[in-house]
């Protein structure tokens, strides 16, 4: 009888094994060889998924906005809209392991690849972040100007998030959190 295979789990599969490559080596070693090698099959077996590189990365940065997703969809809505933008918040940073490889690779892919593909799935997540950030200044601070200090929100959290991926060890998920809090606080 033949196996039957549920597509887009081996798509995920197969984009959380180029979320290793890149974790482990890079995004200049993300290749079709490199990604089949880390899932243990085929490069002609992956193509079947993928046919080129950029609909590789695509799926794969796809993929860990559907996690964070599923993650804020899940959440049980806090009593106060502040308690509300910390949860959300503590979803959209890289607080874990598997989140913080979510932002190695959106940040790996942000700086690297520019490809059309790959440019509409960054500008969808771009534009939720951005909402985000000017829905928490509308919460946290109603008297700014929510898309000025949107844009605000913004540069801090991209920055932790940034500083997170590349400097774990000085920015631990508990460091990140704790100046996070304090922004916040700093908001109200």
């Not at 829905?135 to 605000?152: K, R």
């Not at 998030?161 to 700093?186: E, H, K, W």
Request: hydrophobic share 45%; glycine share 2%.
């Amino acid at each position: 009888m033949p196996k039957v295979v549920d597509p887009q789990a081996r798509r995920d599969a197969l984009s959380r094994a180029l979320w290793k490559v890149v974790q482990r080596d890079g995004i200049g070693a993300v290749s079709v060889r490199s990604v089949a090698a880390e899932a243990n099959c085929s490069p002609s077996a992956l193509r079947h998924y993928f046919p080129n590189s950029e609909d590789m990365l695509a799926e794969a940065l796809s993929l860990a906005r559907a996690q964070q997703r599923r993650r804020i969809d899940s959440m049980v809505v806090s009593a106060t809209p502040h308690q509300h933008v910390k949860q959300l918040w503590r979803e959209a940073l890289p607080l874990t392991e598997e989140s913080r490889l979510e932002a190695q690779v959106w940040l790996a892919v942000q700086v690297a690849i520019k490809t059309t593909r790959v440019a509409e799935v960054l500008d969808s997540i771009d534009a939720e972040l951005d909402h985000l950030c000017e829905w928490t200044a509308t919460v946290l601070a109603p008297a700014s100007a929510p898309a000025v200090t949107g844009a605000e929100i913004r540069a801090f959290t991209d920055g932790l998030t940034m500083n997170a991926v590349l400097r774990p060890r000085t920015f631990s998920f508990d460091q990140v959190a704790v100046l996070f809090d304090s922004y916040l606080a700093r908001l109200q």
